[in-house]
């Protein structure tokens, strides 16, 4: 079968590597408090599509309603990403996901035995059954299948490879390995899934939570191991800590790995503006990639580094995800910020101008307990210096 997601892998080398899931309209969505519009989920998912994400994980049909409206929605857009249904391994749940028009599926069960006792209260047989049973029946309609093992990062490792191999057998494309209450670390990460991949010649996707703070790097550590795909969420929206952020894995992949993947970075910030707002949900200044303060320099030391040369203290230039460098003058300021600062509005400050206006500008910062606005900058070179 012939599909988005297989197309958008041939088109260039580095997607056949590596494959980006976003599961902003379904995983982020799931974040307590969150809901989004209709018309933001269409806007999200082509946002998406316009940036390079390959597939979509649009929402879970089966809710019917909005939801299922706004699925089919999305699938009539036009996009190039695959789009993606979530489903319980439920014929009734995939038979909704075809309904909208998608052209894969996810099938989510959970598959460690603290889940399987006490939230499925069933047994492993009962799982591999079930799974096996949807997973053949959406092949037969021609789906692209992705298995979810929810809580995989607890589940017994023979068991696991027994229905990855299961899944894989009853026609899966891949195993989405789920890191559910986000306990892993990347060393045990590495090592888990390699051991998967010796067993069972399966594309496994690293589905990352934030839970202790290394959803990126585990998703990392996964795609070191050899995962092909990695799911991910703008800003890292998602349920609890969230998810692995889009922006976060794509500049890391690019930046750290060498695995460039031609998305459109430029937009990452337009994008984690919107999303924020839709969610309601705060986009923090020190947020990695895309918050305000990422190439905000106010120390001395780093603002004179960065004036110099940016990459003295920039990983990559502002404006490959659509922000901007910023010389803030504050408390830890130098005077080499300070006559840089000056120098864009034509007044040329001597080394001893700049020392003797710093002790004053560092004054009001202590007494403001904030950084200076330009146009106080000026007042107070106006108070003591006269006006230009």
């Excluded at 857009?77 to 249904?85: D, F, Q, W, Y």
């Excluded at 919107?274 to 020190?286: D, I, K, N, T």
């Amino acid at each position: 079968m012939t599909d988005k997601l297989t197309e958008n892998m041939n088109e260039k080398k580095e997607q056949k590597k590596i494959i980006i899931v976003d599961t902003t309209l379904r995983d982020g969505e799931q974040t307590a408090g969150v809901v989004f519009a209709n018309r933001e989920k269409v806007r999200i998912a082509k946002f998406l599509d316009e940036i390079g994400v390959h597939q979509i994980e649009a929402g879970i049909p089966v809710m019917g309603g909005d939801e299922m409206e706004a699925i089919k929605e999305i699938c009539r857009a036009g996009l190039r990403a695959s789009i993606m249904g979530w489903n319980r391994p439920v014929i009734k749940d995939i038979e909704a996901s075809l309904a909208c028009g998608v052209d894969a599926v996810a099938i989510s069960i959970s598959t460690s035995d603290i889940h399987i006792k006490y939230k499925l209260q069933t047994s492993r047989e009962w799982v591999l059954e079930q799974m096996v049973k949807a997973v053949e029946f959406a092949k037969k309609e021609g789906m692209y299948i992705s298995v979810n093992a929810e809580d995989a990062s607890r589940t017994d490792m023979d068991f696991l490879i027994q229905f990855a191999r299961a899944a894989k057998e009853a026609g899966a494309d891949r195993l989405r390995y789920c890191d559910t209450v986000g306990i892993l670390d990347p060393f045990t990460t590495y090592e888990r899934i390699q051991t998967i991949l010796k067993n069972v010649d399966i594309d496994i996707e690293m589905h990352t939570h934030n839970d202790f703070g290394m959803a990126t790097a585990n998703a990392l550590a996964g795609v070191r191991a050899g995962a092909t795909h990695v799911g991910v969420t703008v800003i890292g929206l998602g349920e609890r800590a969230g998810n692995a952020a889009l922006e976060e894995v794509v500049m890391a992949l690019k930046h750290l790995m060498g695995i460039d993947l031609g998305f459109k970075t430029e937009m990452f910030r337009e994008i984690a503006e919107y999303v924020s707002r839709a969610s309601g949900r705060e986009l923090p200044a020190w947020k990695a990639i895309v918050g305000s303060n990422m190439f905000a320099h106010e120390s001395g030391i780093h603002a004179d580094g960065a004036l110099k040369n940016p990459k003295t203290y920039e990983a990559f230039h502002p404006e490959e995800v659509g922000l901007e460098r910023q010389i803030v003058i504050g408390k830890h300021s130098g005077t080499a910020a300070l006559k840089a600062k000056f120098a864009e509005y034509g007044i040329h400050l001597s080394e001893f101008r700049a020392q003797e206006l710093l002790a004053k500008v560092r004054s009001y910062c202590v007494a403001l307990k904030r950084p200076l606005f330009d146009k106080e900058l000026m007042y107070i070179y106006e108070d003591y210096f006269g006006k230009k």
